[in-house]
């Protein structure tokens, strides 16, 4: 467990032991001291541990390993192994082009106004289904709306290697095109191999990110 | 306008609920998964607003020393 987690189980593990006191012995909070006391113990503290806990548990449903914990997602945590430079997901997560511990949410977050909260609702979409409904076999999944250049270009655009890149400039209009969305990275025939489940079974791992 | 008597039943009410609310947090942050984010909101984050509420309930209905 990381250490700022620790620190803060232990600041609302002790707020609930002065709020317990205190509901206990309601005698302590008859005095001036005993109200304002009361006051940071059972409105301050609470909203205080509140955030913090919601801070920290907002930060860890970003991280890979949150992602892969359900069962549905095994093959996709798989498919980051894969040992094919042209696997787009792979290529990017054994190179630490994405940070590694939150590979999924690097790429699957909306680079927009409100995009992150709109994928938390639909990460809550994907646990109501996960455990209260039928969720759908791993190759079944698909992406909400098309995967939008946006997302790409929140680190590419400016990069050497995608501004000057060949094939990017070998007609002028596929640069434009591209920044536009009109022309989609993974789905024009050029980085089209995301998560290729169908062909995982016999596809060689990289070990040593295991 | 509480009576004292209502006034701590209030206190203790609220209390008990900012508690278990608390240490429900504090589970779910030592249990990392997804399950525990909506037992996070839902049952500890219900709780912690419902002990808020009601604390600040009796506070404000509490009548003030001379009254």
Known sequence: ?210 | MLSTNQSEKCMRFAGICLAVGLLIEALCLMWATPIAFIVFVAIGGLLIFTGLVVYLYSVVSTPAVGD
Request: proline residues 5%.
């Open chain 1, 1 to 210: 467990m990381p250490q700022a987690t620790i620190l803060i189980v232990c600041l609302v593990l002790f707020s609930a032991a002065v709020i317990g006191i205190l509901a206990a012995r309601t005698g302590f909070t008859a005095g001036r001291g005993g109200k304002i006391l009361a006051f940071v113990a059972m409105f301050c503290l609470p909203i205080f541990c509140g955030l913090l806990g919601f801070s920290s548990e907002m930060q860890r449903s970003k991280t890979t390993a949150f992602c892969l914990s359900c069962h549905t997602m095994e093959d996709y945590g798989k498919s980051l192994l894969v040992d094919d430079p042209t696997h787009l997901p792979a290529s990017h997560y054994q190179n630490h082009r994405v940070p590694v511990d939150e590979a999924c949410y690097s790429c699957h977050t909306q680079y927009a106004m409100f995009g992150g909260l709109k994928v938390k609702m639909y990460g809550l979409k994907h646990v109501f289904i996960y455990y209260l409904g039928t969720p759908p076999a791993p190759q079944d999944i698909k992406l909400y709306e098309p995967y939008n250049n946006r997302e790409c270009l929140h680190c590419h655009l400016g990069a050497r290697s995608f501004e000057e890149g060949a094939v990017h400039n070998a007609d002028p209009a596929t640069l434009p095109a591209i920044k536009a969305n009109q022309l989609s990275c993974l789905s024009s025939g050029c980085h089209d191999t995301a998560h290729d489940l169908a062909h995982l079974k016999g596809a060689k791992l990289w070990e040593k990110g295991n």
